[in-house]
């Protein structure tokens, strides 16, 4: 924040364009706070209000499309590569689409505000197959709403902003080691988080034909199959692969203590 209200006023558009793209495309920029600066700069009449919304807004509608056709065609692949991304990969996916299936359509407008939700709410609706016309609408209300909401806070905060930056350069070098430190220990905790997650990267799998033969077999009352598919890909009124048995995704410690331990168990999700 220190050197961003100085390149907003230098290169404010393009800088706002670059960081809201950035960010929509899923890389962990301070989008929020390029707004923020960019509506003290409006404030201050170094930048056109109507042409930072349409630079932010541009932004955010290309990468959002660009996540929505790429979930509509990569699927899971798309969404796991983010998740792996996230504060909390193990849940990311289940967390997105569980708010899809409470709030509706209307998660879309409002998906900016919530992290881990905000980059996964495209591709998520591309792998749902909603209308591209459909989500462009929504996405359009929701870029708004959250662009329109972070310039007028820059544009009302503005006085706060020169004080809080006059107060940094006082500290001067004891801030700039205290913001390193932070983000050193950010760095590690993430390297850390995704170590521990690495694991998750290989999963057993086994073919259809593997399966269906085993079924087929005298060892088939050995076998149960499971459908973990989550609310947003589970239609209860669609037919189930015959003799498997339905588990909620997001109470998996609690459903895994009814299932069978006695026999193999075969999971399946969309």
Same mark, same amino acid.
């Given at each position: ?5 100085? *390149? *907003? ?5 393009? %800088? ?30 170094? #930048? ?8 932010? #807004? ?7 499309? &660009? ?10 692949? #798309? =969404?796991?590569?983010? /998740?792996?991304?996230? *504060?909390?990969?193990?849940? /990311?996916? #289940?967390? +997105? ?26 591709? %998520?609706?591309? +792998?749902?197959? *909603? ?12 870029? +708004?709403?959250? /662009?329109?909401?972070?310039?007028? =806070? ?12 006059? &107060? ?27 170590? !521990? ?13 593997? %399966?269906?033969?085993?079924?087929? +077999? ?42 069978? !331990?006695?026999?193999?168990?075969? %999971?399946? /999700?969309?």
């Amino acid at each position: 924040m220190n050197d961003l209200l100085p *390149m *907003m006023a230098r290169h404010g558009y393009a %800088l706002t364009f670059a960081l809201l793209l950035a960010e929509a495309m899923g890389f962990p920029f301070p989008a929020a706070i390029a707004l923020v600066a960019a509506g003290a700069a409006v404030a201050s009449h170094t #930048l056109w209000g109507p042409g930072v919304l349409f630079a932010a #807004l541009l932004a955010l509608l290309i990468g959002d499309t &660009s996540l929505f056709w790429l979930g509509r065609y990569s699927g899971w692949a #798309l =969404l796991g590569f983010l /998740c792996r991304l996230s *504060m909390n990969p193990e849940t /990311c996916i #289940l967390r +997105s689409a569980e708010s899809f299936y409470k709030r509706g359509q209307v998660t879309l407008v409002i998906a900016k505000f919530i992290p881990g939700i905000n980059t996964m709410a495209a591709p %998520l609706a591309g +792998s749902m197959k *909603m209308r591209y016309s459909q989500f462009l609408r929504l996405d359009f209300a929701g870029g +708004s709403l959250y /662009c329109v909401t972070y310039l007028l =806070l820059g544009y009302v905060s503005r006085d706060f902003l020169t004080a809080a930056l006059n &107060s940094f350069h006082a500290a001067g070098r004891a801030m700039e080691i205290l913001i390193g430190t932070a983000l050193l220990v950010y760095a590690i905790y993430r390297g850390a988080r995704f170590h !521990k997650y690495r694991k998750y990267d290989i999963v057993p799998r086994v073919q259809v034909q593997e %399966l269906a033969m085993r079924l087929g +077999s005298e060892d088939a009352g050995q076998v149960q199959i499971v459908d973990v598919r989550s609310h947003g890909y589970y239609d209860a009124g669609t037919e189930r692969i015959q003799g498997s048995i339905r588990i909620e995704p997001n109470n998996l410690e609690e459903e895994i203590k009814n299932l069978p !331990k006695d026999k193999d168990l075969y %999971l399946y /999700c969309t």
